[in-house]
């Protein structure tokens, strides 16, 4: 049995194809979309721009993915040579980038906010079910309890040490990884490129969909939220403008083809999260909605609140395949 890696898409935007000529106002040029497709560490990823000279904004996607690039060369655990490959490896990761050492901060705050059920340490975690599922021979009952106390052992937030640009993990054996926020990052990072460009009407989705401004015509941009259990289409609909909706959902990827383990994993207790269950966090940034979707679905649910509130969410949207399950506000 193989690893169910689908990289299904956790939000599907609803938004004008590209080319569609859509007049800004009476009187004005008219705007077009341009649309670039293309993977941020292993996710889907996608930039619709409104344009009224392709010239300019050719140019201006080329360098948002010039620093795309920059930024996986930190962020990519499917790189050798990325900086966060080279802390695993290692240990230790002297001359950190400050991209690499910020976004870190964040997701070490995260799991103190969360009481450590979200880790960026989990990585040994996530190996071992990997491991697990995709052996010759496969247990369908998942890792022994004993693997996954063993592996426990090596997850621990409070044992990422940093000094400066200096990273250290105290305790050989132990992985770090930054997936569940790094792609929010790298949103907002492309973005800035895009608005120096003098942009100001775009989706950028490097994994969680980012809002600036409105659609040409005034209009909000609508995203549609993921039916779990059929994630090309939307079980429900958002309409933002200057905001992030950032969404974790089990049904992400899939460890084996029952769907009974997902790539979410409960840190303190090893165990992960339903496939069924997503949950969309809008928030003023991508920087702030990522990570803060994953700990919200880790979170027992009389702590909600206070973690959306203290992570800069503005609201968390539950979804099941039946539909919104539950909102909440901060």
Known sequence: MGLAMS???AIT???AAAGLPLLMRAGSAKARVMRWEGTTLGAPSTIQLYHTDEAKAQAAINDSLAELARLEAIFSLYRADSAVSALNRDGHLDNAPPEFVEMLNRSLGLASLTG???DPTVQPLWQLYFRHFTASKVDPAGPSAGDIAAARTLVDWTAVAIDGNSVRLTRPGMGLTLNSGAQGYITDK?????KAHGFSQMLVDMGEPRALSTKPDGSAWRIGLANPADPAHAIHEVDVIDKCVATSGGYG????EAGKFTHIINAQTGTTVPAL???SVVAETAFQGDGLATAMLLVPVERRQEVLRAGGGLEAIYVTPEGVQSIVKA
């Open 277 to 279: 269950l997503g949950v």
């Open 7 to 9: 990289r299904r898409r």
């Open 253 to 256: 990827t899939l460890f084996d």
């Open 116 to 118: 450590g059920v979200y």
């Open 190 to 194: 492309v973005a800035a490129v895009l």
């Open 13 to 15: 935007v609803l938004a």
